[in-house]
């Protein structure tokens, strides 16, 4: 990978925001799983990886809050009812829509016990929860009201057309942290939907999909033929988001595995129309920061003013506000 002749970033300068979250969000944990952002004219839609609900916050003067939820399962039919996580993933806004991308990934389960063979159990189930393997379009009726929409899932979904994809079929039955497939990031932009996956990363190169879909009726998206994929030198790091700038996307890249960073902010121009980009076709902007065990960046928005909005995953407890807020930084490109 040609890495040293990636160009030199920029630092930027941060400040803080409070997100203001209402009590049942924060019983449900959303603010310390926020995954997914966007802005909106009036405020920001936000995600969680943990519901099967989304979130709008209004700009109140000195803060995002005065927030409104929407529970997914009354816009579209979720393939495995309303109460089951969808581990939303991306936001997109674009030509009067709202986008949600589910992470589309396995789930390997956690070690909780100090028992040796309980643990190695645990270790070997893999689950699927059919509600993460969901791609939603809905209308939006105002800034901050969305309409029942439609949704690509079940046997039309994704995955079913990965099933055969040279690169990616092998991954798909994978868990998303092992680095098997794993959606992590959308932008649209015109008909094209771009997805960041986090996983998998190939000899350390990353993959954005280019799909294109079309109305199938009945609360229905389908995905038209063919896809594309490109294939992005990130120094091995897999993509955490996508957010559209101009003619460009921005690319939040970090680990594909649990593991806390490196962390960076790279500028791609899809109008090139390579499907190998290397590294010096690739800027980076910025040099994010994580911490040990929190502060993971995950959702990026696109601000006014050449600025950016940066939120995380596991805050760090100095970012959990008095009023059951969290701290997102914003940068300065």
Not at 222 to 245: A, I, M, Q, T
Not at 291 to 302: I, N, Q
Request: some cysteine; overall charge negative; hydrophobic content about 40%.
């Amino acid at each position: 990978m040609a890495s040293s002749k990636r160009p030199k970033c920029n630092h930027g300068v941060v400040e803080q925001v409070e997100l203001r979250f209402d009590q049942a969000s924060r019983a449900a944990q959303t603010h310390t799983n926020l995954s997914a952002i966007r802005q909106s004219a009036t405020g920001l839609w936000i995600a969680g990886d943990e519901t099967a609900t989304f979130e709008h916050l209004a700009w109140t003067g000195d803060h995002f809050g005065a927030q409104r939820t929407f529970e997914l399962a009354d816009y579209v039919d979720l393939p495995a009812g309303p109460v089951d996580e969808a581990d939303i993933e991306g936001l997109a806004r674009a030509d009067g829509h709202l986008w949600l991308a589910g992470s589309h990934s396995l789930k390997r389960k956690k070690v909780k016990s100090k028992d040796p063979a309980k643990a190695a159990d645990r270790l070997a189930t893999v689950v699927r929860e059919e509600n993460r393997f969901i791609l939603v379009r809905l209308p939006l009726l105002d800034e901050q009201t969305p309409g029942r929409g439609a949704i690509l899932s079940g046997g039309q979904g994704l995955t079913a057309h990965l099933r055969d994809d040279r690169h990616l079929g092998a991954f798909l039955d994978l868990p998303g942290k092992d680095n098997g497939f794993d959606v992590e990031g959308i932008a649209v932009v015109s008909e094209q939907v771009y997805l960041g996956l986090r996983g998998p990363v190939l000899r350390g190169w990353a993959v954005v999909l280019e799909l294109r879909l079309d109305d199938a009726g009945s609360g229905r998206l389908r995905l038209r033929e063919p896809y594309r994929k490109h294939f992005l030198d990130l120094d091995g790091l897999g993509v955490r988001d996508l957010c559209p700038d101009g003619d460009s996307l921005l690319v939040l890249a970090g680990p594909t595995m649990s593991l806390d960073g490196p962390v960076r902010l790279v500028r791609w121009r899809p109008g090139l129309r390579r499907d190998v980009v290397p590294a010096d076709e690739l800027e980076t902007v910025l040099e994010l920061p994580y911490g040990a065990g929190c502060d993971h960046p995950e959702g990026l928005a696109l601000l006014a003013g050449g600025r950016v909005m940066v939120v995380y995953d596991s805050p760090s407890p100095a970012r959990i506000t008095p009023a059951g807020g969290v701290l997102a930084d914003v940068f300065t490109l």
